[in-house]
């Protein structure tokens, strides 16, 4: 079963660091981009990253750059996301996605993971 | 990137079919093929319904279609089913390897 499973999420103080993970199974990530995407409570799907197939490519939403950092591990098939200087505004559900390539959507997601900017 | 126009609800009786805009602009819903829409119920993720405006993917239902003219694309869920019930979340690509997602839309069965 093709499978996304995110993991590191929690709370963090503004101007924090926290690192997400999603851990891919049933497919080698190596063959896919892979993206984040966030969801703030009660709000809208936004993209976050995307990093290309070997690694050597990443694009960040405004939002984020050079804040974030996106990472893969194709050997050990994981994803990362790297988040530094979190804003309230960061608190978001993060979830990892696939893509085959620039338009055929993101498939499938995982369960996502609850990041908490909070005081 | 501003998020794509989606109307916050719409709503249809079972069997009716409804119809869901998303507006963009000539840089992203109307420079490119590349509008995807998404199903996501309460709590969980989203699931892909369409891809390249109109494609589906294996084992979703052909009551959904997409289409698309100018800067607006459209989701139409025919003969709408509670199961339905759910938001919608477009997502056009805007070049230079980047997306952007709609405003969501909810879809209430009555």
């Known amino acids: 079963e093709v499978q996304l499973v995110e993991s590191g999420g929690g709370l963090v103080q503004p101007g924090g660091t926290l690192s997400v993970s999603c851990a891919a199974s049933g497919f080698s990530i190596s063959s896919y981009w892979m993206h984040w995407v966030r969801q703030a409570p009660g709000k809208g799907l936004v993209w976050v990253s995307r990093?290309?197939?070997?690694?050597?490519?990443?694009t960040y939403a405004d939002a984020v750059t050079g804040r974030f950092t996106v990472s893969r591990d194709n050997a050990k098939n994981m994803l990362y996301l790297q988040m530094n200087s979190l804003r309230v505004e960061d608190t978001a559900v993060y979830y990892c996605?696939?893509?085959?390539?620039?338009?055929?959507?993101?498939?499938?997601w995982g369960q996502g993971t609850l990041v908490t900017v909070s005081s | 990137q501003s998020a794509l126009t989606q109307p916050a609800s719409v709503s249809g009786s079972p069997g009716q079919s409804i119809t869901i805009s998303c507006t963009g602009n000539s840089s992203d819903v109307g420079s490119y093929n590349l509008v995807s829409w998404y199903q996501q119920y309460p709590g969980k993720a989203p699931k892909l319904m369409l891809f390249e405006v109109s494609k589906r993917p294996s084992g979703v239902s052909d009551r959904f279609s997409g289409s698309k003219s100018g800067n607006t694309a459209s989701l139409t869920i025919s003969g709408l089913q509670a199961e339905d019930e759910a938001e919608y979340h477009c997502c056009a690509y805007a070049g230079s390897s980047n997306y952007v997602f709609g405003s969501a839309t909810k879809v209430t069965v009555l």
């Open positions: 996605a696939r893509s085959s390539g620039r338009g055929d959507g993101f498939d499938p």
């Open positions: 990093i290309k197939r070997d690694g050597t490519t990443t």
